[in-house]
């Protein structure tokens, strides 16, 4: 981690939308794909909402503010609205309120801000997120963020997340996605998957001195992939499954390795 991050308080593009009420547990219990109802005030984790046919909605962290609030934390502000309006549409006469908030997000790595705030993964090094009615930090270092994220392999909505793409082609069922917890929207499909099949790509990290979102990655002269994020000496990128660990492969010409 730059030094520059250790300690500071850098701003995010994050969505949020608020869910509370006497039944709001149940009701995100049953929508989500990962466990609600163990959570403890203050405790946050990692969820997908899902179409019925198992594609995503948006990724999700769902932290619980009070026994009967929640708040939902998308992976970019414009995912927000599609949240609400998404989980409004299922609600009926179930008894919570869903609202969108407009604060502003931002991660601090080295030490633990005031609350609200929650550990993240997502950079590989000790960082936790939080949000404030006013600016929510400062600008990153260019490349600083994308940087510490694609060396920690995290997926990003809009680079190697979107609708067309399967959870466990990006990993996302090993984190987001509980197995033993009662039936949400898609559960069926990301089951079936789980325990009969597997994905036919998956995401990886790659070593390669330069690349571009959108290059090829080549092995043995065919295509297995392409990159979608990346930065000098590094990317991310969907790769076919039968690609060895060891493979050498090709993007754009430059000599890369599976990480």
Known sequence: MSAVLNGKAVGLD??????????AEEFLERMLSN?????????????????????????????????????????VSALATQV??????????????????????????????APPAFRVPDFGVDAWEGWREEAGGEPAEPDSLEALRIEAGTPAWGKELDESILPAEAGLDE????????????????ARLHYRGHANRRLRRLSVESATPGDEIVWEEKVVGRV???VPGAALGYVRAEVPDDAALAIGGAEARLH
Not at 14 to 23: K, L, S, T, W
Not at 175 to 190: A, D, R, V
């Open 35 to 75: 466990e609600v109802v163990s959570l403890e005030p203050g405790e946050a984790r990692p969820a997908l909402l899902l179409t019925p046919k198992g594609r995503i909605v948006a990724p999700l962290r769902i932290l619980r503010t009070a026994p009967e609030a929640f708040v939902l934390v998308t992976d």
């Open 175 to 190: 984190t987001h996605i509980s197995f033993t917890k009662g039936c949400f929207p898609g559960q069926e499909p990301i």
């Open 14 to 23: 994050r969505g949020y939308v608020e869910v509370d009420g006497p039944q």
């Open 84 to 113: 609400a309006e998404t989980l409004r549409a299922a609600r009926f006469a179930t008894r919570c309120e869903i609202e969108t908030r407009p604060w502003s997000g931002f991660v601090q790595f080295g030490s633990e801000p």
């Open 228 to 230: 979608t994020s990346a």
